[in-house]
């Protein structure tokens, strides 16, 4: 049965190091709810309330222009292998951008990603297990390499200007924050 925590604590910061995948959910009052699969080694837990993801450009930027709005954002982990377990962390996140003055000491937490795109920080305010028991076992063969080769190929000015042609506003038109005229 579920559980619920006000932290994080050890055994879950344990299971969080073991995972490849994470799942980040965000919606404003009026958007439609994006959620997103990560990978990429993009998260780490810098204490019992406090978390942050590494966001590479993608074909979207839905989830920064949610926070700009609403801060709200679900973590979700799910066991693959192993004991069943899923793990949602809640909280409020703020986007940080390359320009930011916080940038240079959060990104020092990640191995360098071409086309890092934002730093998400997130207050934890509720930890919650379930039990897992309906996910499948899966197999991890390996990260793709697909993003980070077609980023090195557009270098950093083909990265400013995607920012600029596709990562601007979200699917509902709410901006992004990425260029650094709104958020």
């Known amino acids: 049965m579920g ?8 055994n879950h910061i344990d299971f969080i190091r073991r995972q490849k995948l994470f799942f980040v959910g965000t919606a404003t009052e009026t958007s439609r709810v994006n959620v997103s699969p990560k990978g990429m080694d993009s998260l780490a837990v ?15 930027n839905e989830t920064s222009a949610h926070v700009q709005l609403n801060p709200r954002m679900t973590v979700m982990f799910c066991a693959f292998e192993g ?9 409020a996140a703020r986007a940080v951008h390359p320009a930011d003055p916080d940038w240079p ?6 191995k ?13 305010d509720l930890v919650q297990t379930s039990c897992g028991m309906g996910v499948p076992y899966f197999d991890y063969a390996g990260d ?11 270098g950093e000015a083909g990265i400013r200007q995607y920012w600029e042609q596709k990562n601007r506003v979200s699917i509902d038109g709410i901006p992004t924050g990425i260029v650094g005229d709104s958020g």
Do not use: C, H, M
């Open 105 to 110: 000491e959060l990104q020092a937490l990640f």
């Open 112 to 124: 360098p990603l071409p086309g890092s795109r934002q730093i998400f920080d997130v207050a934890v």
């Open 83 to 91: 004991k069943p377990l899923i793990l949602r962390l809640y909280g």
């Open 46 to 60: 810098l204490g019992p309330r406090r978390v942050v993801w590494l966001n590479v450009t993608g074909s979207g």
């Open 144 to 154: 793709r390499e697909a993003l980070n080769d077609w980023a090195r190929a557009k």
């Open 3 to 10: 559980q619920q925590y006000s932290e994080l604590s050890q």
